[in-house]
Structures are given as C-alpha cells and as structure tokens.
C-alpha cells in the first residue's frame, strides 16, 4: 500500500541551527510533495511545493529537496528560531489524493 | 480572496446523539472538498473528499457520513457518535482539478464524545 513516513520523534535543535526534517514515501510516483506547518489546535498552512522535476526549492528560511530515486523529500529550515517550533507534515500533490504523513514535531530551544 | 469557514469550533457529544459539521467555502467555483480526522497524538486522516456537487468519495468505512448539497458547502454526519469519534475534525479544499493539490484548511473543529 502506498505510505508517506516521517519521524514521528520530536526533533530538538538550539535556536540558529539547521532543522532538517525527513519524509520518505513507498509505492509512490507523485508528481509533487508538499509541505505544511500545523501549531496545536489550528489547521495545517501550506508552506512549500516541489515538482518532480526539481531538485530543490527554496523560500526565505526553507529549503525542500525532492530525490525521486531515494523516494524521499527533506524540508530544512535554516536559522531557526523557536517560532518556528510546530508539527511539520508532508503529503503528496498532483494527481493523488492528498494522504499526510503523520508529521514531525519540531522543537526550536532559544 | 477565497476563504474557508468550519463551524462549530468545539463541541461535546453524548455517546449516541447525532452530529452534523459544516464547511463552507467562499470566493473559489468548483472547489474539491476534503474531511480529515486527527485523533489525539495522530496524524492527518482523509475522511471523505468530494469532486462536486453530490460526488463524496470515502477513504475509511466507519458510522459518519459527508454531502455535499451545493457546490460550496460540506457536511460531515453522523446519526449515533462512538468514543472513537472524538477528534479534531478539518475541512480543506483545493483547487479544480487537482493541478497543484494544494489543501487550504479550516480552523478545524474539536468533538469530544462522552
């Protein structure tokens, strides 16, 4: 059956660092991932799409790489600060119907 | 601007009554609607999820139920709620088509079956 998987262990990281978050995907050819942010109690926010066709995207603080061989996708956040601190989800795009993985908790210390 | 309205916010159910939620959808034609669940500690789950008018599609067997009577507006029913449905409900939509898949939500809403 077709599976999205993330860590589902909080990651802690010191506030300035480089948070890096993984999702991998099995029995899967999406033609997109995407990337939300869900804070407690609210609904996901969009955050970043990529194409398969691309390797990377960026915006601001954001990076995704896409890596159709490995069928895996990490999300970074450069600098982070504990704003940034949420549960961060991905889910395939295009043509699928968009099933989350269970997402990552991540925990930015000051 | 489109925006997305889910209400009630929260709730608590007795174990049997019934439930109905409702999603409306405003400055967007043709929308696909979706119903996700997230139990406590748990990830996102497809509930249902609708093409069109009177089109819902259900990804997990179980005593809810979702409609879609006009082209904006959702509902997800239930005629006797369980304990395992409590949970934080979501009502997303995404463009026609499909083309990018991108899912804006609802705030959600909150159900607590005693």
């Known amino acids: 059956s077709q599976k999205i998987e993330q860590n589902s262990e909080a990651l802690n990281i010191q506030e300035g660092k480089t948070a890096t978050l993984t999702c991998n995907y099995t029995?899967?050819?999406?033609?997109?991932l995407q990337w939300y942010r869900q804070d407690p109690g609210r609904g996901p926010v969009f955050l970043l799409l990529i194409r398969e066709n691309e390797k990377e995207k960026r915006k601001e603080r954001l990076k995704v790489t896409f890596d159709t061989t490995l069928k895996q996708s990490l999300f970074h956040i450069t600098a982070s600060q504990p704003a940034d601190s949420a549960t961060y989800l991905c889910a395939p795009g295009g043509s699928y119907i968009p099933t989350f993985g269970r997402g990552t908790s991540l925990i930015v210390h000051p | 601007s489109q925006t997305i309205h889910q209400w009630p916010a929260t709730l608590v159910q007795p174990v049997g009554s019934p439930l109905s939620l409702e999603c409306t959808v405003e400055g967007t034609s043709n929308p696909n609607l979706y119903w996700y669940r997230q139990a406590a500690g748990r990830g996102l789950q497809l509930l249902f999820y609708?093409?069109?008018?009177?089109?819902i599609s259900s990804e997990v067997p179980q005593n809810l139920s979702a409609s879609r009577p006009q082209d904006r507006q959702f509902i997800l029913s239930s005629k006797k709620l369980l304990l395992s449905d409590s949970g934080f409900y979501l009502c997303a939509w995404s463009g026609e088509g499909g083309v990018t898949g991108e899912l804006f939500f609802g705030e959600g809403s909150r159900l607590t079956v005693l």
């Open positions: 029995n899967y050819s999406p033609a997109y």
């Open positions: 609708s093409v069109g008018i009177g089109q």
